[in-house]
Each structure stands twice: as structure tokens, then as C-alpha cells.
């Protein structure tokens, strides 16, 4: 892992770096500094990216203050968009398609009252991130998962190993291994043969 501060990437036309708490594997590929432009995060590391992981462009790290996210080995994520204040976790193998929302936090209150609030605190000059008192739950995805485009992942889910989400779908509960769910709000359409691989994963 490489945490020199400064750090460009390989022909990218955003003329960022990345943040130094972004633990990047030599083998992993980022395709643009431009995903970190929400990250605020100030956790010792904030972004894990595993071996032989790609993150495509459009992808955006939207991280808070105390956000953590974990990128597994071979992981593919391609334009979405992790909204994370908490914990999210994507484990090796996972696909995770364009236009994908995973987010741990609603970050603003259910309440109208405190909505109105907060907004016209943020126009007299309030800092964004003080204002949000939504409580963030982790998301965990687990391994070789397939998560069409547009899907909505909420907070406090879990998505077991080898599952499918549909294509805009809405996931509000947990999604058990090898189960492929579809609609919105998401529901188990059937099953997935198990395969084991050579490494057991
Ligand atoms: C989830 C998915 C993989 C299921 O494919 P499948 O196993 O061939 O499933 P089927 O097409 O036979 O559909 C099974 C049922 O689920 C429903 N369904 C499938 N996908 C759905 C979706 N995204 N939203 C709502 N319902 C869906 C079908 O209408 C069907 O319902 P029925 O049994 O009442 O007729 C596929 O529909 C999908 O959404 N793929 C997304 C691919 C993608 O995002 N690719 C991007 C490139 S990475």
C-alpha cells in the first residue's frame, strides 16, 4: 500500500490527488482523482481498495467525517455513487454496476420542522457536515455479489455472498447468499446454484 501524500493518477484529467488516508494496493486501478471530491473523511483510512480492484469513472466516494469504505480484491465498481458516513464494506469479486447508490446514512432528519431548520442554517454560511444528525448504518456486501445499474442500497443492509440485485432495484432488507431479488421495494425472484472455487471463494 502506498499513502504518500500528493499522489496523481496515471493519466487523469482531473488535475486532483488523491487523500492521503486512501490506502490504494499497487494493482489496483482508479480510473480518476475526481471520485474523492466528497470525501471528508478523517479516519485514519477512509478508503481501502483491495488488489486488483477497479473503480471506473463517475464513481464518487461521498464520504463524511467519520465514513470508512472497504473496496475487496478484483471488485469492480462503475460509476456509482457510496454515500457513506459509517462503514460500507464490498467484498472480493463483486460487481457493482453504473448508477448504483449505496447509502449508509439519509444524512438529512425525517422531520419537515428540522429540514427547514437545517436549511436555512446551511444559507446563513452553516457547514454542511455539522448539519447532518441522521444515524448511519453499515452497509455490507458481500463476495462475488452482482448489483445491476441504477439499484438503491439502504442503510443497515446486508447482501450475502454470490447474490444478484435487479437492475433499479430498491434493497430495504437484508438479501440472503446466492438470491437473486428484484423491484422496489426488492424481493427474492429465486435461488442461485452454489460453485466453489479453486480458492474457496
Ligand atoms: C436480476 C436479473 C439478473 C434477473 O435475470 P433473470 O434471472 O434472467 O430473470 P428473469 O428475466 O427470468 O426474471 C424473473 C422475474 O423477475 C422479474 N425481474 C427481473 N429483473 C427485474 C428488475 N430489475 N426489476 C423488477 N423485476 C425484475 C421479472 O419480471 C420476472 O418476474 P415474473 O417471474 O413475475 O415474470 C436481470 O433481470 C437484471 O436486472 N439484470 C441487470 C443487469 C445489469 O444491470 N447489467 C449492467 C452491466 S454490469
Same mark, same amino acid.
Given at each position: ?14 488535475? &486532483? ?9 499497487? +494493482? ?17 483510512? +477512509?478508503?481501502?481498495?483491495? =488488489?486488483?480492484? +477497479? ?23 462503475? &460509476?456509482?455513487?457510496? !454515500? ?5 464494506? %464490498? ?28 436549511? !436555512?442554517?446551511?444559507?446563513? #454560511? &452553516? ?5 447532518? /444528525? *441522521?444515524?448511519?448504518?453499515? %452497509? ?15 442503510? #443497515? ?9 435487479? *437492475?433499479? +432495484?430498491?434493497?430495504? =432488507? ?8 428484484? &423491484?422496489?421495494?426488492? /424481493?427474492?425472484?429465486?435461488? %442461485? ?9
Amino acid at each position: 500500500m502506498s499513502n504518500a501524500p500528493g499522489r496523481t493518477l496515471p493519466e487523469d484529467w482531473f488535475p &486532483g490527488t488523491l487523500p492521503e488516508n486512501v490506502a490504494l494496493d499497487a +494493482s489496483a486501478y482508479v480510473e480518476t482523482a475526481f471520485s474523492f471530491v466528497c470525501h471528508r473523511s478523517e479516519q485514519p483510512v +477512509s478508503v481501502r481498495i483491495a =488488489r486488483g480492484a +477497479s473503480i471506473y469513472k463517475s464513481t464518487m466516494f461521498d464520504l463524511g467525517r467519520s465514513g470508512s469504505v472497504r473496496i475487496g480484491a478484483y471488485a469492480l465498481v462503475h &460509476g456509482a455513487r457510496l !454515500i457513506c458516513d459509517d462503514e460500507i464494506e %464490498i467484498g472480493d469479486y463483486t460487481l457493482v454496476s453504473w448508477n448504483v447508490v449505496l447509502m449508509d446514512s439519509y444524512r438529512f432528519d425525517s422531520s419537515p420542522a428540522i429540514r427547514r431548520a437545517q436549511l !436555512i442554517r446551511l444559507a446563513k #454560511g &452553516g457547514e454542511w457536515l455539522s448539519l447532518n /444528525q *441522521a444515524k448511519a448504518r453499515p %452497509i455490507r456486501v458481500g463476495c462475488k455479489v452482482w448489483i445491476g445499474f441504477d439499484a438503491c442500497i439502504l442503510p #443497515g443492509v446486508t447482501i450475502g455472498d454470490g447474490a444478484i440485485v435487479g *437492475a433499479r +432495484s430498491v434493497v430495504t =432488507r437484508d438479501v440472503p447468499p446466492y438470491t437473486i431479488v428484484a &423491484g422496489n421495494p426488492a /424481493q427474492v425472484v429465486r435461488q %442461485i446454484k452454489r460453485e466453489s472455487s479453486a480458492n474457496g471463494i
